[in-house]
């Protein structure tokens, strides 16, 4: 589990989701910061984000491409 006291995120380099709508609206943006990959809202960078380790971060990306995700 990754410690958020122990991740800086001041010098992170946010990507904007490629999934993000031409508006710009209700998107997701993702800066990897060490070992640690930081997942927070574009529209309110100042606030909260959420941090994941290489592994978590690796699980995600497997379920989403293998629609292993449900909304239910």
Known sequence: M???????I???????STWSM???????EVARVGAAFAVRDSK???EAHLLFSRDE???FIHAVKNDQ???T
């Open 22 to 28: 031409p508006a710009g609206e209700n998107c997701v």
């Open 57 to 59: 971060w690796q699980a």
């Open 2 to 8: 990754i410690n958020r006291n122990d991740v800086d």
């Open 69 to 71: 995700l449900n909304n």
């Open 10 to 16: 001041s010098s992170a380099v946010w990507v904007k």
């Open 44 to 46: 309110r960078p100042d």
